[in-house]
DNA sequence: CTTGGCACTCAGATTGCGCGAGTGCCAGTG
DNA sequence: CACTGGCACTCGCGCAATCTGAGTGCCAAG
């Protein structure tokens, strides 16, 4: 049904198109590209292309534009990877150079992103597979309050005020003790059920103060980091103040959204380990996005830490330069967490 | 020279540009207020508020929009309290109700905000002033890495990972009881002091340790956590999608930069303790801003936590609501940080 | 000082028109 | 049978001309 040259004038759209941001016409399209047949065939061929449902017409005597469904058969089939220019390398090496713990380093990656791919960028935090808990700290604050802190192997801090019956320092100082040596040096999941048993052996005096403390470490342990995301490069949907409904506008909504964002990201790299995956239009679930693409990939080692980053934009991009930069990045990041 | 009448028609204008987004001419004027006076005498009027440049004419034959020293003068002498409605106050209880900890707080103050405004809301994070440290603490990564944790009585915790010669636990531990001992208990500033003093008691042995480690300290001492800002209700922008590049894009680009906006909240609650301040287009030294507002608030007490929030949005906005609620939200939040 | 009247201005909407990019179809050709 | 040149047709876009009316400034009268 497509034959390849059929495939190559479907290239050839996809990629003017996107550079112009006009509708393109069948002759520009043989100045433009060594297709080596005439006007009237490329026009045959379009119209097949159209049938099929690959490109359409804006209006009746306007060129052609790239579907969803075209944009997707030119990801899977046609792109060819753009690779890095050294300016882009170079950017990856400068923005990560010196990153020293993990919000540093989701900081500065998602800045890189930003910059490298000209769109709105997004990363998820690491969740370390591999963590362990190496300390529990109880701060004393006030006689009713106390500032639960827990650290964990990969130089994550996590912390939590407790409401606390009246205390002394010294209730504290054994609550402490008992606790770090329940759970310092094992993962968080073993933490847990090492709490749980922990509970019935304190006597019932000292159960009042453990008891809330014991509780909120369970929560803090339950809350996955990971659900946090960082977003930045917003001013580089300014780009597109054209499509200001379509793209400008749900983005920002989006943006606001941790769920949603998380929800997009998690649904592009389902099942696709380590690779970069695209979703393109209508191919979001998330119904205000329908008109722009994600473009993610997840980052890290199964058994080291892992998660999520990407980009978002109208479905109008360059997506082999994009899935090229989101590639290094994710790539560059998951050794950069594995080695410092 | 500005009898009560000229006054009563600028802030009739500046009222009605506001809510219509059109210029307004003479007769809309006295149509929808009970000036008690005819159109011509309205111009008149509007000639002399001209010449004296309160309002403009965007070209000849079309109403007045006020300028930018026309909004000053509503500001500052024609504006009234417009009480916040019912709604709202409810909003403010809601949105606050049941945070803990200084993060959580600030992350619902933006939300809140930016609800109640319709703007884009920027909140700094408070600084405590009668914070003093209440513990250090150190704990291993990797042979070469500790991490850094400073925790401070308002609930802040402070991180960094040091990098440091070959070390045993004995040794850290040392160290750790040490700088303990030294900080714990004082203000940061008493605390810079303590540390300086501290260096030279250590032998040259355990010296090549500690130094690292005292000095990642003065930074975090020296990093005031109220250089951050959180900032919420970005989809705002989309109701100026008109005012594309005067507005929405300086805004985007201005809320990367952290720093732009501690100058811009800054300067505009200098030296007025405590109420709400308005600066006004060009009034703003971030150039890209000249044509947006600025409406901030200090909160907090100063002998207590202190910093600034407020919202940025379109020159053409209504003042008197957007100051009550930011003058609400800031008196809530203050009373909020000091109770617990 | 206020007001009604009046001539004047000019931005924005409306209309009409020609251009040209682009298409689809068809008959001719290798 | 695939490709090509030719041709008639469509229709969005840009441009100029026109029209409308909101709004103004000024003036003379109350």
Redesign the interface.
């Known amino acids: 049904m497509l034959d390849d040259r059929k495939l190559d004038v479907l290239k050839a759209i996809v990629t003017d198109y996107v550079s112009s941001q006009e509708p393109v016409g069948s002759r520009a399209l043989v100045e433009r590209h060594a297709l080596n047949v005439s006007p009237a065939t490329v026009r045959n061929d379009m119209a097949a292309l159209e049938d099929e449902g690959y490109i359409t017409q804006p209006h009746t005597s306007a060129g052609r534009i790239p579907t969803d469904k075209g944009y997707r058969l030119f990801v899977d089939r046609l792109a060819t990877v753009k690779p890095l220019s050294p300016a882009e390398k170079r950017a990856i090496h400068t923005f990560m150079h010196g990153a020293?713990?993990v919000d540093d380093v989701v900081t500065r990656t998602v800045r890189l992103l930003a910059q490298i791919t000209h769109q709105v960028a997004i990363v998820q935090y690491p969740v370390s597979v591999t963590a362990i808990l190496?300390?529990v700290?109880l701060?004393?604050?006030?006689s009713h309050?106390v500032?639960l802190?827990m650290?964990t192997?990969n130089?994550r801090?996590e912390?939590?005020?407790v409401e606390l019956a009246e205390h002394q320092e010294a209730d504290l100082a054994a609550l402490r003790a008992t606790i770090n040596q329940a759970v310092v040096g094992v993962a968080p999941a073993v933490a847990v059920e090492r709490l749980g048993a922990l509970l019935p052996e304190f006597s019932v005096q000292n159960r009042v103060q453990a008891s809330p403390v014991i509780s909120a470490m369970l929560e803090l342990l339950a809350a996955d980091p990971s659900h946090r995301v960082v977003v930045?490069?917003?001013?580089n949907?300014?780009r597109f103040?054209d499509q200001?409904?379509t793209t400008?506008?749900p983005v920002?909504?989006a943006?606001?959204e941790q769920v949603v964002l998380l929800h997009l990201l998690g649904e592009a790299t389902r099942g696709s380990q380590g690779d970069v995956t695209v979703r393109i239009g209508r191919e979001n679930s998330y119904e205000r996005l329908r008109s722009t693409s994600v473009v993610a990939s997840s980052y890290g080692t199964t058994d080291d830490a892992w998660a999520t980053l990407g980009i978002v934009g109208p479905t109008r991009m360059d997506y082999p330069s994009t899935m090229a930069a989101v590639r290094a990045v994710a790539r560059y990041v998951g050794r950069f967490l594995h080695e410092g």
Chains 1, 2 share one sequence.
Request: proline letters at 3%; aromatic letters at 2%; charged letters at 25%.
């Open positions: 020293l713990d190496r300390h700290e701060v004393s604050l006030t309050r500032l802190v650290i192997s130089g801090v912390q939590r005020v930045g490069g917003v001013p949907l300014t103040s200001f409904e400008v506008k920002l909504e943006l606001e």
